[in-house]
């Protein structure tokens, strides 16, 4: 990853529907989470899916594989993996037979819980990021990853919080993830001066 990333201008797009496109030439691109990668229109995935440099992945891992296997991004260049279950080796023998690089942030031994890997058995790195936030959003996740590499810029797009959305959010989490935690794991993001939010993300933490 190191290679890959170093001196890079980085955009990262949040699974929102609302963003922005910032005006950076020849970025590397970060999406998360298949359902996302899914949108075709411009409108709501900028550049489209086959414009992907890099993929964060926690959820729907089935439903990753099937659309790789088929018909995955022509820039794919790196896949990092919420590896706990079934899929784990399926994904990392094919990210190898295509020469992209694969990373697991959650250890590739451990089970899937139905609600997820538990963070408790993700690599060390990500220790600081889940002493704040028990359980992370990938893209909080992906954001706290990428920070962790000589990268030159992240730009931060797409990120809401699911904010107006208030039926997908029960006594302030979203499944296992604690909105607050989330929001308070990104504030600690953005002290780094290589992060640069848009208004959209501001706006919701």
Known sequence: MQELLEDQDVILFGGSERYTLPNIHGAFVVRINNHHLWQEDPKRCPGGYKYTDCVYHGAGIGGLQAMFMNRPPTNLRLLCQNAGGAYRDSMRAWAKLKGIEYFAYGNLDAPRHKIGLDPAVYED?????????????????????????????????????YSGRDDTIKNGKRGEHDIEQNKQAMRNVLDDERAKPDAILLENL
């Open 125 to 161: 790195t990500f220790k600081p990021l889940t002493d704040v936030c028990s359980h992370p959003f990938t893209g909080v996740l992906a954001a706290f990853h990428l920070l962790q590499f000589p990268i030159k810029s992240l730009y931060l797009s797409g990120f809401s919080f």
